[in-house]
């Protein structure tokens, strides 16, 4: 039962989130071979008050560039936020191997370009989906101290910081996460794409009638 239950989840996970926003943008997670070069290249685009929020300091392209790399070999999974083809947002969810206190640790970026829409929150609500795909019962989340955005955001889902190092850094417990937001995940998923399908097939009918129409009246 749980091996099917995993394979499942797996499938989920790689499935486009649609969900409209300005600019045409979605959620998904990005596969293995994808996130070095689309990480990265997101990474490299944060102007440098994001990339200091992002690392707690100032960090040249070279680290970022090795971070990426080391991201797409470690079994990070990247929930990424994609308008374009560009990923613009992206929420981290790093191994409990990589973290000095075992704990699964989460980290998030967003270009300025598509701040104040939500992204970060919907980010967030699917990585911790995806946490509990992974069987996770306890996050650590850390951000630098005066990145106060995201400081709210790790609030809101119930993350308690504590200022440490220049950092402030916190836990949530997924046991108190409400459990509708992975039956979301999964149900509104294959809905949301059926019903933009059906949107571009009427809007691709009504134009055809149109130039049809146009052509007998003539």
């Known amino acids: 039962m749980r091996e099917g239950f995993e394979e499942e989840s797996l499938a989920v996970s790689q499935v486009d989130t649609f969900r409209p926003r300005p600019g045409f943008g979605y959620v998904r997670t990005l596969s293995q071979h994808e996130e070095l070069p689309l990480l990265r290249d997101h990474l ?29 070999a470690d079994g990070t999974i990247v929930v990424a936020y994609m308008e374009n083809g560009m990923v613009r947002g992206a929420a981290e969810l790093h191994p409990p191997e990589q973290s000095e206190d075992g704990l699964p640790e989460i980290a998030f970026s967003v270009e300025s370009c598509v701040r104040r829409r939500g992204v970060g929150s919907l ?15 306890e996050l650590r989340v850390t951000t630098g101290s005066q990145n106060h955005a995201m400081r709210a955001l790790a609030a809101k889902f119930g993350a308690h910081l504590a200022f440490r190092h220049g950092e402030s850094t916190g836990t949530i417990d997924l046991s108190q996460q409400p459990q509708d937001e992975l039956a979301k995940l999964v149900i509104d998923t294959p809905i949301a794409a059926a019903r933009a399908f059906f949107s571009l097939n009427r809007a691709c009918w009504k134009l055809m009638t149109r130039m049809y129409g146009d052509k007998r009246a003539a």
Not at 123 to 137: C, D, M, N, P, T
């Open 123 to 137: 980010l967030f609500e699917r990585v911790i989906s995806e946490a509990r795909w992974k069987g996770y019962r």
């Open 44 to 72: 490299l685009r944060l102007d440098p008050e994001s990339r200091h929020d992002r690392f707690n300091g100032f960090l040249d392209d070279s680290f970022i560039e090795r971070y990426a790399a080391r991201c797409a």
